[in-house]
Nanobody, 129 residues
């Protein structure tokens, strides 16, 4: 079955860290750019970060939303078919459901949803004392 599965969410205090995982099943993530998005109720889904496909000329390129750069780090573990989002110095405003998706539109600091993407089911991140 072809799917993306997110994990690693949870409750964390402000200033804490979490590492989210996006694992591919039934296909190889290397062939796709992978993006992280987040959404809070009543708001649009927001692009967080993106890592370029291993198969193209942009291999290794990382993209971050300007508001999150410096706190979040995206990486890929090819052996585990997984993309990670390391989130540091978390703030209450980071509370959201976090999703990963294949082949979003990634341009500098602008990460956008794209038609035809495969999405995971999401993982809840709550930052609260």
């Amino acid at each position: 079955q072809v799917q993306l599965v997110e994990s690693g969410g949870g409750l964390v205090q402000p200033g804490g860290s979490l590492r989210l995982s996006c694992t591919g099943s039934g296909f190889t993530l290397d062939n796709y750019a992978i993006g992280w998005f987040r959404q809070v109720p009543g708001k649009e889904r927001e692009g967080v970060s993106c890592i370029a496909s291993e198969a193209g000329s942009l291999r290794g390129t990382l993209y971050y939303s300007d508001s999150l750069k410096g706190r979040f780090i995206i990486s890929r573990d090819r052996a585990k078919n997984t993309v990670y989002l390391q989130m540091n110095n978390l703030k209450p405003d980071d509370t959201a459901v976090y999703y990963c998706a294949t082949d979003p539109d990634c341009w500098a600091s602008d990460i956008r949803m794209a038609p035809g993407s495969l999405w995971g089911q999401g993982t809840q991140v709550t930052v609260s004392s």
